[in-house]
Each structure stands twice: as C-alpha cells, then as structure tokens.
C-alpha cells in the first residue's frame, strides 16, 4: 500500500496527499519571508557593558549561531537548492541557474520548487522533499515566532483557501481573545473567516495534530 508521510493512502503514482501538498506550498510560501525575519535575530540581545581606559564601552553583541547558519550558505537556501537541483534533474537532466544574493536566491528556490508540486508529488523523492522542508521552516518559525509566543493564540487549522486552481493556502490560522473576537483573517491569503467557519476548520486540525504525532514518532 502507497502511504504519504502522514501515513494517509495514495494512488500508485503519488508520494504526498492534498493536504501535504498544501502543507508544502503554504511553507515553501513562507520560507523566504522567514529568511528576512531571522536577520534581526542575528544579534538576540544587547550585550553587557564593560569599562575601558575611556570609560564606559558597550560589549559587542553576541551573534546567534542557530540564526547565522540558517541565513547562510549551508542553510536556508543550501537546502532549497539542493532540492531544487535535485529536482530539476530527474525531471529535465539539467542543472538550476542560480544567481543574485542569498535572499534572492532563497526566494527563487522555493519558488521554483513550489511552481513545479504537481511534478514533486509525483516524484519518488517527494515525500523526502517535503519533510525536508517542514523541518526547515519549524527551524525558523521556531526562532521568529518562539513556541511560547504562539501559545497565547488558539489554532483553529491550516487556511483551506484556494491560491490558485486546486493550490490550497495551508498557512496557520490563529485566534486571539483580545485581537480576532468577530472574525479570524489568514496572514498569507488575508481570507477573513468569520466564527460560524471555524467548526469547518476542525478536521484540518485533527489531521495536522495527528500528522506531527506520526513524524515525531516515526
């Protein structure tokens, strides 16, 4: 029996269901947005100020390991574009142009890689592909957007919105007592659901729980 990484069945010529696919899309969305919010990251938090033969110096500030290699070479974009040239060969036998800075390539990447899903899930090396880059973007979420912080909002499910013809937003939906009492409003799509939706919501949810409960056990 074909499974996804969700452990849902598959046809015989697919390796992630609908709803990973969107999952996948909805991150790889995401990841470049997530590179630009890490720069601030770089330095957490202001050293502690030391005395010199002048007086008062302030320490340089601590630089953030987790954060520099995410942003650099062998992160972010290192694991984008691997799976990008990974891609591009079995499908096409050629090689990715790959140019501009970091950023630019970051967003290039995962663009490349989200314009060609319906290839990806089809792919025997998709499923790999994308616990790849959910790992990716846990990483970075994990640091932009601490677990702590986002306990304060209650998740009502992945956004079940289309982006495109049969691409659904995926994007995390959240409800905030003091900020979203009339309506909730996806922060990637910006489709407002209003509370009367959110009963829809819940089987997304239940699906996304028992999805983390498989990977981490598996």
Not at 183 to 197: E, F, I, L, N
Request: contains cysteine.
């Amino acid at each position: 029996m074909n499974t996804c990484v969700c452990r849902r069945e598959l046809a015989a010529d697919e390796t992630l269901c609908q709803r990973c696919r969107s999952a996948t899309h909805g991150r790889l969305r995401r990841v470049p947005a997530l590179y630009r919010l890490l720069e601030p990251e770089l330095h957490p938090a202001a050293g502690a100020p030391t005395y010199g033969r002048v007086g008062l110096v302030e320490a340089p500030l601590p630089v953030s390991l987790r954060v520099l290699t995410l942003r650099g070479p062998g992160g972010i974009v290192g694991v984008l574009e691997g799976w990008w040239t990974k891609m591009q060969a079995s499908r096409a036998g050629s090689a990715p142009v790959i140019s501009g800075t970091i950023e630019d390539r970051v967003r290039t990447a995962a663009a490349r890689l989200a314009f060609h899903l319906d290839y990806i899930v089809t792919w025997q090396e998709g499923s790999s592909l994308a616990t790849a880059i959910r790992e990716l973007d846990e990483q970075a979420l994990n640091i932009v957007c601490p677990a702590d912080t986002r306990e304060h909002g209650e998740r009502l499910g992945p956004c079940p919105s289309e982006t495109s013809p049969g691409v659904l937003c995926g994007a995390v939906l959240r409800y905030y007592r003091d900020l979203s009492p009339r309506a909730v409003t996806c922060p990637w799509c910006a489709v407002v659901y209003p509370p009367d939706s959110w009963a829809d919501l819940k089987e997304w949810m239940d699906h996304d729980r028992q999805q983390e409960v498989l990977l981490a056990a598996g």
